[in-house]
């Protein structure tokens, strides 16, 4: 069965640094996100990606961070300078018309 | 996008008994998702009810919607201490995003 998947599975990074999370969709979706969920609080949308752009994104979703789906198949989110509270499980999802498909996450430990 | 609250917040049973969880919205919906999370794992799609639909089934899982009452319930039969997880309710489709409740914790006691 297709799935979502993602690496790392946990990155550890210093205050300041750039991250790059990584994703491969299931490949017959047109429709892409990032979501992320900070220890012990709810799931929260990040960003969603439609026909190479960025169709809808939240407050959350500042200019530290960036989308990307470089080369047909993996898509991408950049965090260009890392802060404590970016420390969180980062999950892509993507979709047909109807189900989101999540993928396993990401650990982002920013010390 | 349109927001789902789980209740109750945690549920801990016997293995072999049933577990129910219920779900309240908002608004009108298109659909709603019934999602699964192990600890510190990612996010299991489990079922998916559209708001033309009253009952679904899926092995273990019952899903009912109720739409008069914007509710939905999710009950998981036989429980085994695999089902041990939290689970989230989550309305609207794609290319919507989805927005989460805080989850039901449940644990299941072998």
């Known amino acids: 069965e297709p799935e979502v998947t993602q690496t790392p599975s946990h990155q550890v990074t210093q205050m300041g640094q750039e991250v790059i999370l990584r994703c491969v969709p299931i490949s017959n979706h047109l429709y892409f996100y990032w979501y992320r969920q900070i220890l012990g609080q709810k799931v929260e949308f990040l960003v969603s990606f439609y026909n190479n752009e960025i169709s809808e994104k939240s407050e959350i979703f500042d200019d530290q961070f960036s989308v990307e789906r470089p080369d047909g198949s993996n898509f991408t989110l950049k965090i260009r300078s890392t802060k404590l509270e970016d420390s969180a499980m980062y999950f892509c999802?993507?979709?047909?018309?109807?189900?989101?498909?999540f993928g396993p996450g990401t650990r982002l430990t920013v010390t | 996008s349109q927001q789902g609250e789980e209740d109750p917040q945690a549920l801990s049973i016997q293995e072999g008994e049933n577990a129910t969880m219920n779900c309240s919205y908002k608004?009108?919906?298109?659909?709603l998702q019934w999602y699964r999370q192990n600890s510190g794992r990612g996010l299991v799609h489990l079922i998916l009810i559209r708001s033309n639909e009253r009952e679904k089934h899926s092995g273990r899982l019952r899903v009912t919607l109720d739409t008069s009452k914007k509710s939905s319930s999710l009950l998981i039969t036989a429980s085994r201490a695999a089902d041990t997880a939290s689970y989230f309710c989550a309305t609207d489709e794609a290319p919507t995003p989805l927005v989460f409740g805080k989850g039901t914790r449940l644990s299941v006691i072998a």
């Open positions: 999802a993507s979709s047909g018309p109807y189900e989101q498909y």
């Open positions: 608004t009108s919906i298109n659909n």
